[in-house]
């Protein structure tokens, strides 16, 4: 709905009033296109014999459309933004449910782990290994500083984290790669700016098209072009300044020569679905209501703390002590009300009447609970986990926290495609281009590229419920050649076994030369010694 002269300049000196218009005509223009439709579908279902709705019960009232994926959340994506980060700054479950991804998913962060593909390339074992040595410490050399953010402020480990927390906030959220000044320390012109969903809209507030919606520019395909950058926060806007409302340009997702521009970071849940839709949008109402609810109840508990006395009287006024006409009262030093030990003379006839509601309800924790397990169902989450409370047994426990890995291994791995893998990608070709890493062909041969490029996302572990049996059984897949050492590593504690086996070496030499090392246990098989070096032969 795009606003008229008349709304900008109600706007400009009463945002309230404004904003209480549009929600008005919002709610008109709804009106008006359900009696349009609802004639057209009652004719429908009755020509086809087919009722156009359930009848009875919900299916009285409830007449849902079928619509695209744009008219289904375009409309509604706005307010749900505002809901959903309303409640994470005021809502407990809120703040919990988004928190728990954050902190399983990213954690300290997804680490770079290269994996170049050894039989395109035709490397031998060493030189691969030498290869990613070498590139995992340029990339850390780029990611681990706070430079490769254009606002200079976070690495590239905790923009993960703020991607993330904005699209399960917002729906999504854009990754600007724009160029920046290289420096003494920081050798890549690669920057990272995210753009929070807000700033990506249609110029002008205009309505959505077939083409461009939600900010949106797709090619006949479908496919989407590019993405119109508004200069400023809608939301920031200030009536009186210079800058102009929904102004912006456009900027392409890949530009002429190939290289990334811009990231879109978002769910596609749904066919030709344009823009994301909040983590929290299913369940907005339920904890909106929850939070209202426990606001009450903490209300009512404060309420009760303090004692209340009602006066009965013969005539049903109110007692002269009480009402403010007794010598006295009013008189500031003499305010009337209960304290320790007081006594208090009342008229002939007065009783008092103590009132007690009965705080705390001892309803209210299971009812709670129960609305909590259909948020978890909604989130994908276990309750256990979402309320961090573990009261059950063992196997219980542990079927949550493993129910709950399943969602957030695959949350971790759609992050890793939609940030880690382009980001580290466009760097490469920025690292070849410059001559800080050897890629031979990597220009001229798109499976060269491939297979440079190859890489893998881990992060921290699951955690252990019960570490020693845990342990035992990654020792057992290890020696079984089951599993490498390198991903137990990282299963179990979040560690990179390249990373610590240089310090595991130094450490085992050092004992082995101070005769320290562990004594093996009674019937375990004795260490084979090492094979002595050839003996040089005599001339």
């Not at 050649?481 to 590593?489: D, H, I, Q």
């Amino acid at each position: 709905m795009q606003s008229n002269i008349l709304d900008r300049a109600i706007a400009a000196v009463a945002p309230a009033w404004a904003s209480q218009r549009q929600l008005a005509r919002a709610r008109m223009d709804a009106m008006s296109v359900l009696d349009q439709l609802m004639p057209q579908a009652q004719a429908s279902a009755n020509s086809d014999g087919a009722p156009a709705a359930p009848s009875g019960g919900a299916g009285r009232w409830w007449r849902p459309m079928a619509r695209d994926a744009k008219a289904d959340t375009l409309r509604a994506l706005t307010g749900q933004r505002g809901a959903s980060r309303e409640l994470v700054r005021t809502s407990p479950i809120a703040a919990g449910a988004i928190n728990v991804n954050v902190d399983r998913v990213v954690g300290t962060g997804l680490a770079l782990s290269a994996q170049p593909n050894r039989a395109v390339l035709g490397w031998s074992l060493e030189q691969a290994l030498e290869w990613k040595a070498i590139t995992q410490r340029e990339f850390s050399l780029f990611a681990d500083s706070a430079e490769c953010d254009i606002e200079n402020t976070l690495n590239f480990y905790q923009q993960q984290a703020l991607v993330l927390r904005s699209v399960l906030e917002s729906g999504d959220c854009f990754t600007l790669l724009p160029d920046g000044p290289r420096t003494s320390t920081q050798p890549y012109a690669l920057r990272l700016q995210v753009l929070e969903a807000d700033r990506v809209g249609n110029p002008r507030g205009a309505v959505d098209t077939a083409r461009i919606a939600g900010g949106i520019r797709t090619d006949d395909t479908g496919a989407p072009q590019a993405a119109f950058i508004f200069d400023q926060h809608p939301g920031g806007w200030l009536p009186g300044s210079n800058a102009t409302l929904y102004a912006g340009e456009w900027c392409d997702f890949v530009g002429h020569s190939g290289r990334r521009r811009l990231l879109h970071h978002y769910r596609k849940l749904r066919p030709g679905m344009p823009r994301g839709v909040p983590y929290l949008a299913p369940i907005i109402d339920a904890i909106k209501q929850i939070s209202r609810y426990t606001e009450a109840e903490i209300m009512a508990a404060v309420i009760t703390s303090y004692l209340t006395v009602f006066i009965e009287t013969p005539g049903g006024g109110s007692a002269p002590v009480f009402d403010g006409t007794a010598p006295g009262a009013g008189v500031p030093g003499q305010e009337i009300g209960l304290g320790m030990g007081a006594v208090v003379g009342l008229a002939p006839g007065e009783k008092p009447h103590m009132v007690n509601p009965g705080r705390p309800n001892p309803n209210f924790e299971p009812f709670v609970l129960g609305i909590i397990t259909q948020i978890g169902m909604a989130l994908g989450i276990p309750r256990e986990l979402l309320i961090k409370q573990f009261n059950s047994s063992y196997s219980a426990s542990k079927a949550a926290l493993l129910d709950a890995w399943v969602y957030f291994r695959g949350l971790r791995q759609w992050l890793a495609l939609s940030i880690c893998q382009p980001i580290y990608e466009t760097w490469m070709a920025e690292a070849v281009a410059i001559g800080r890493i050897q890629a031979p062909g990597f220009f001229s041969d798109p499976l060269l590229r491939w297979a440079y490029t190859r890489a893998a996302w881990p992060g921290d572990s699951m955690g252990s419920i019960n570490p020693k049996d845990e342990v035992a059984a990654y020792v057992a897949a290890i020696d079984a050649r089951l599993m490498t050492r390198e991903r137990a590593e990282w299963e179990l504690w979040g560690t990179d076994f390249n990373d610590t086996f240089d310090q595991k070496q130094g450490e085992q030499d050092r004992l082995r030369a101070a005769d320290l090392l562990p004594v093996p246990k009674a019937g375990a098989a004795a260490p084979q010694a090492a094979p002595a070096p050839d003996a040089e032969e005599t001339p």
